[in-house]
């Protein structure tokens, strides 16, 4: 199974961003699946950001992100994307897609990982 993140860079402070992660592999089901987005920030543990259900109903946020940021899936296209809105200094980090096949969740209890995607926050 392979998660491939993309979309990240340099962001000014207050605009906006999307990232995307594409998910293949030749036995995985991508809807089977509720896919995550976490992040790294230097010097700083792993945290959750969003996650959302399998069919895209459901959709939990941390409460950083709330109202500013929105996750979504395309089934059809095996993609999850995050859409990053009013970004601030503190997202700056690597932000990483998962796969977690018991649902979503904000543990970091995921099945699969992508290799991440860096967005720099200019002030």
């Known amino acids: 199974v392979q998660l491939q993140a993309s979309g990240g860079g340099l962001v000014q402070a207050g605009g906006s961003l999307r990232l995307s992660c594409v998910a293949s592999?030749?036995?995985?089901?991508?809807?089977?699946?509720?896919m995550g987005w976490f992040r790294r920030a230097p010097g700083k543990e792993r945290e959750f950001v969003a996650a959302v259900s399998y069919a895209g109903i459901t959709t939990v946020y941390a409460d950083s992100v709330k109202g500013r940021f929105a996750i979504s899936r395309d089934n059809a296209k095996n993609t999850v994307s995050l859409q990053m809105n009013r970004v601030k200094p503190e997202d700056a980090a690597v932000y990483y897609c998962a796969a977690r096949r018991a649902g979503l969740s904000p543990a970091d209890d995921y099945d699969y990982w992508g290799q991440g995607t860096q967005v720099t926050v200019s002030s």
């Open positions: 592999g030749r036995t995985f089901t991508f809807s089977h699946y509720a």
